[in-house]
């Protein structure tokens, strides 16, 4: 195996500023409590991100500070009492925006990425 090789098994990082987009897309699918969220957030991406509590907390905080999520109290399906994380209409729009950012600068370093000598 080489140095440079990627390991498929690995969790893949993520980049700045994607964080924010990937909670509000899980909270987006249904109000869900902060592990639900990681849970989440590993389950639509195939098992390729795995966030860690020490990102998620501060990013779920600045989130609902900023109005993009809402909170409140309910019963996490272990009957422990929860804090429960919705989108709000200032997050949708924040979640599409941001999707629509993301589809531009994915396709274009596809684009990028794909190109060939023969291509230039």
């Given at each position: 195996?080489?140095?440079?090789?990627?390991?498929?098994?690995?969790?893949?990082?993520?980049?700045?500023?994607?964080?924010?987009?990937?909670?509000?897309?899980?909270?987006?699918?249904?109000?869900?409590?902060?592990?639900?969220?990681?849970?989440?957030?590993?389950?639509?991406s195939g098992n390729a991100?795995?966030?860690?509590?020490?990102s998620l907390y501060p990013?779920?905080?600045?989130?609902?500070?900023?109005?993009?999520?809402?909170?409140?109290?309910?019963?996490?399906?272990?009957?422990?009492?929860?804090?429960?994380?919705?989108?709000?209409?200032?997050?949708?729009?924040?979640?599409?925006?941001?999707?629509?950012?993301?589809?531009?600068?994915?396709?274009?370093?596809?684009?990028?990425?794909?190109?060939?000598?023969?291509?230039?």
């Amino acid at each position: 195996m080489t140095r440079s090789r990627i390991d498929a098994d690995k969790p893949a990082s993520l980049l700045p500023g994607t964080l924010d987009m990937l909670i509000l897309k899980a909270v987006s699918l249904a109000p869900l409590h902060g592990y639900g969220v990681l849970l989440r957030i590993r389950q639509i991406s195939g098992n390729a991100l795995d966030i860690p509590q020490g990102s998620l907390y501060p990013a779920l905080h600045r989130l609902d500070h900023q109005g993009l999520i809402a909170t409140e109290w309910g019963q996490s399906e272990n009957n422990r009492r929860a804090k429960y994380y919705t989108l709000t209409a200032a997050g949708r729009r924040r979640l599409r925006d941001e999707a629509a950012g993301w589809t531009r600068l994915a396709t274009a370093i596809d684009a990028a990425m794909r190109a060939t000598s023969e291509e230039v």
